[in-house]
């Protein structure tokens, strides 16, 4: 039977108030920052290896606050290189910021953009249809893989497009995060998957694996403050529990039951520890770093 519930990704306006939410209330981009500055410049040491221009892709950039810190590591790490970005993002809100942040940036002039208003599927048919043969040095993939029809086809394609010495980075929730405890029980309830995959980087490491494919990987602590889910009718607590299950209303729409059982799991150990009267749900990140095919 087809769920009843609908998903938070069909009301734009009302996911990015909860991403916006959601931003306020974690430490997602801190840990990722945190990842940019400390080991990704050794990751970005070796891409290159001397050429006098990068290629550049980022797929689902949205805003590209994090792009431009990664493209910052990059262009630190090669300095005088000329890098060119191309940039993935279906949503032209997104794009749209991203574009205005550049155009107020003083130090970006020596990286060009290019616009993909796409998601990564066209992207895929764009690139084969137009028989490009660039390569890329470097590929990105931040907290985006959950909307693709086939993760594994998505990163083969990517992963395709390096050039010698290219590094592909993905970024997901850790199997071992509260999300990965969340769906390992509520997937079938919560999860649409014509809309979106309950994937965790532990997934991605067995299909690796499987596949034989080598890679890095890394554990990023993280935790987002879901204090107010536990507040019935509390407006923050709402907006918060729609983006953890991603249910649009997902408090006036799920039976009592699944509200029930998601609320108890939300603040059981496996996903959440209490801080300070604070309930604190395990948000860490995994990133998987993947090298050319050889
Ligand atoms: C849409 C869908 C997803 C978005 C978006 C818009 C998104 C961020 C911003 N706008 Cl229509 N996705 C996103 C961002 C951060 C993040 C996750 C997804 O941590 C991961 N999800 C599962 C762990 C959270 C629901």
């Known amino acids: 039977m087809a769920s009843p519930l609908k998903s938070l990704v069909c009301d734009d306006d009302r996911y990015q108030k909860c991403f916006k939410l959601f931003l306020e ?13 400390n080991t990704l410049p050794d990751i970005l040491a070796s891409v290159g290896s001397g050429k006098s221009l ?3 892709i980022g797929v689902g950039s949205g805003e590209g606050l994090v792009d431009l810190e990664m493209l910052s590591q990059l262009c630190q790490k090669h300095p005088g290189v000329l890098v060119d970005n191309e940039v993935v993002e279906p949503s032209s809100q ?41 390569k890329a040095d470097f590929i990105h993939m931040l907290q985006m893989l959950y909307y693709v029809k086939d993760p594994g086809a998505t990163i083969s394609f990517f992963q395709s497009l390096l050039d010698k010495n290219g590094k592909l980075l993905i970024i997901l929730v850790s199997g071992e995060s509260g999300w990965g405890k969340l769906w390992g029980t509520y ?17 991605i490491k067995s299909l690796m694996d499987a596949r034989g494919v080598p890679y890095q990987s890394y554990e990023l602590q993280s ?18 529990l729609d983006f953890l299950t991603e249910v649009l209303d997902f408090s006036q729409t799920a039976s009592p ?8 799991l939300l603040r059981d150990p496996q996903c959440s520890e209490e801080k300070g009267g604070r309930v604190l749900f395990n948000n860490n990140l995994g990133v998987i770093v993947l090298d050319a095919l050889s």
């Open 25 to 37: 209330r974690s430490s997602e981009h801190q840990c990722m920052r945190d990842f940019i500055h």
């Open 54 to 56: 990068l290629n550049v």
């Open 94 to 134: 997104q794009l749209y910021k991203y574009k205005v942040m550049v155009g107020q940036k003083p130090d970006l002039e020596h990286i060009t953009f290019t616009w993909n208003k796409m998601t990564a599927s066209e992207f895929e048919e764009h690139w084969r249809q137009k028989n490009i043969t660039k």
């Open 187 to 203: 997937r079938s309830q919560l999860c649409n998957e014509e809309i979106s995959q309950c994937v965790t980087t532990a997934d």
């Open 223 to 240: 935790h987002m403050d879901i204090t107010e889910c536990f507040t019935e009718g509390d407006q923050t607590g709402e907006l918060l």
């Open 257 to 264: 039951e699944l509200r029930q059982g998601v609320l108890q």
